[in-house]
């Protein structure tokens, strides 16, 4: 662990002048992976430094032992060691996932897209409590959350939803998200209480920033429209709202949620730029046997990662078998239960598989 934790200084001496550089400042992209390198050594650093002092004291204290002259001296080094040793397994296992290299996408702001899928009606309204779930919780983290499109269910809800989250680490927490989740309940127009199941889809993209994905303008057709649903008396007659399609893909974005035709453009084409951006993501996923086995591989939108089961007031996540009776706060936005289990098990997972790097 010690001669890691050297490598990783030396690392951090390189990297602490590398960020002063005025060539690494002038060139925004190198800028910025250097500052994020820089934050993520500093964690280790931190924690590096309790660990060298901890393995200091009880050097001292063996020392102080070895001497045996002073009665009371020995029982306080006994108690130092006592005391260090104790800490010193917990603050290993904290360094060693910290030394598993992470995921380049973990820090990146996201796009989520949540999507009404069977169950018709019933479908629609339970895509509206998911939306107000994670709203709920971004609020909770001190995360930004900003509508990009949406399009609303006859009977509540929405048949889709689109929406951006900004802050720290939100893609590394909220990655788990994607797949089916499944909702079992007596819909509100269902009068014979019987209970029906119905299912929405969540896909959580990494905010592809303009450097990661250069988009080609001139492979891209824009289409202007009117926008529909709430936003006053410009709705309906003015063309501000945007579409955005792809041409060698095929892949589509809107948004229709600004007044402005302009802000409605970048926000459609930095949904773009993300998909386009999981796109290839996802081929390198599928490249890497052991993310493709993981969690948070995307590929297969099928996947039906969690159940709400209203009339028992359970939720299961199938991924890890982990079953809460607690489906009103989580169904609130209180999700922390949950994602904290996953990365516990994913990182578990990790922690096997990189034995070799330790």
């Not at 892949?251 to 600004?258: G, L, N, P, R, S």
């Not at 993981?294 to 039906?304: E, F, I, M, N």
């Given at each position: 662990m010690i001669d890691k934790l050297n490598i990783i200084k030396q690392r951090f001496d390189e990297v602490s002048d590398?960020?002063?550089?005025?060539?690494?400042?002038?060139?925004?992209?190198?800028?910025?992976?250097?500052?994020?390198?820089?934050?993520?050594?500093?964690?280790?650093?931190?924690?590096?430094?309790?660990?060298?002092?901890?393995?200091?004291?009880?050097?001292?204290?063996?020392?102080?032992?070895?001497?045996?002259?002073?009665?009371?001296?020995?029982?306080?080094?006994?108690?130092?060691?006592?005391?260090?040793?104790?800490?010193?397994?917990?603050?290993?296992?904290?360094?060693?996932?910290?030394?598993?290299?992470?995921?380049?996408?973990?820090?990146?702001?996201?796009?989520?897209?949540?999507?009404?899928?069977?169950?018709?009606?019933?479908?629609?309204?339970?895509?509206?409590?998911?939306?107000?779930m994670y709203i709920k919780y971004c609020q909770d983290q001190g995360w930004k959350t900003s509508l990009v499109d949406s399009s609303e269910g006859t009977a509540g809800g929405f048949k889709e939803i689109i929406f951006e989250v900004s802050g720290e680490e939100v893609y590394g927490t909220l990655k788990y998200e994607s797949g089916v989740h499944r909702v079992q309940r007596v819909p509100q127009t269902?009068?014979?209480?019987?209970?029906?199941?119905?299912?929405?889809?969540?896909?959580?993209?990494?905010?592809?920033?303009?450097?990661?994905?250069?988009?080609?303008?001139?492979?891209?057709?824009?289409?202007?429209?009117?926008?529909?649903?709430?936003?006053?008396?410009?709705?309906?007659?003015?063309?501000?709202?945007?579409?955005?399609?792809?041409?060698?893909?095929?892949?589509?974005?809107q948004c229709q949620d600004q007044k402005s035709q302009h802000k409605?453009?970048?926000?459609?084409?930095?949904?773009?730029?993300?998909?386009?951006?999981?796109?290839?993501?996802?081929?390198?996923?599928?490249?890497?046997s052991e993310k493709r086995n993981s969690l948070v591989s995307s590929g297969d939108r099928s996947a039906k990662i969690r159940t709400y089961n209203y009339p028992q007031g359970r939720v299961t996540d199938h991924r890890i078998g982990l079953t809460l009776y607690d489906l009103q706060n989580i169904i609130n936005g209180d999700i922390s239960k949950l994602i904290n289990e996953l990365q516990l098990h994913q990182n578990t997972q990790r922690l096997k598989s990189s034995a070799e790097f330790i």
């Amino acid at each position: 662990m010690i001669d890691k934790l050297n490598i990783i200084k030396q690392r951090f001496d390189e990297v602490s002048d590398l960020i002063i550089q005025p060539d690494i400042i002038s060139d925004q992209k190198k800028y910025i992976q250097i500052n994020k390198e820089y934050k993520d050594l500093k964690i280790i650093m931190d924690q590096g430094d309790i660990y060298m002092s901890l393995i200091a004291n009880i050097d001292e204290a063996e020392k102080i032992l070895e001497e045996g002259v002073d009665s009371e001296m020995i029982e306080i080094a006994k108690i130092q060691i006592d005391e260090a040793k104790t800490q010193l397994p917990n603050l290993e296992e904290k360094i060693q996932l910290l030394l598993i290299p992470k995921d380049l996408e973990d820090s990146k702001n996201v796009v989520i897209e949540i999507r009404a899928g069977t169950g018709g009606d019933e479908a629609s309204i339970f895509a509206g409590d998911l939306y107000r779930m994670y709203i709920k919780y971004c609020q909770d983290q001190g995360w930004k959350t900003s509508l990009v499109d949406s399009s609303e269910g006859t009977a509540g809800g929405f048949k889709e939803i689109i929406f951006e989250v900004s802050g720290e680490e939100v893609y590394g927490t909220l990655k788990y998200e994607s797949g089916v989740h499944r909702v079992q309940r007596v819909p509100q127009t269902e009068t014979q209480g019987r209970v029906h199941t119905s299912a929405s889809t969540v896909m959580v993209l990494p905010e592809a920033e303009e450097f990661d994905v250069e988009i080609d303008m001139n492979e891209v057709r824009i289409d202007y429209f009117c926008s529909s649903g709430p936003g006053g008396q410009s709705v309906n007659t003015t063309y501000s709202a945007v579409r955005l399609t792809h041409e060698p893909t095929g892949i589509v974005a809107q948004c229709q949620d600004q007044k402005s035709q302009h802000k409605n453009k970048d926000k459609a084409l930095k949904v773009l730029r993300s998909r386009l951006y999981e796109l290839e993501l996802n081929k390198k996923l599928e490249s890497d046997s052991e993310k493709r086995n993981s969690l948070v591989s995307s590929g297969d939108r099928s996947a039906k990662i969690r159940t709400y089961n209203y009339p028992q007031g359970r939720v299961t996540d199938h991924r890890i078998g982990l079953t809460l009776y607690d489906l009103q706060n989580i169904i609130n936005g209180d999700i922390s239960k949950l994602i904290n289990e996953l990365q516990l098990h994913q990182n578990t997972q990790r922690l096997k598989s990189s034995a070799e790097f330790i």
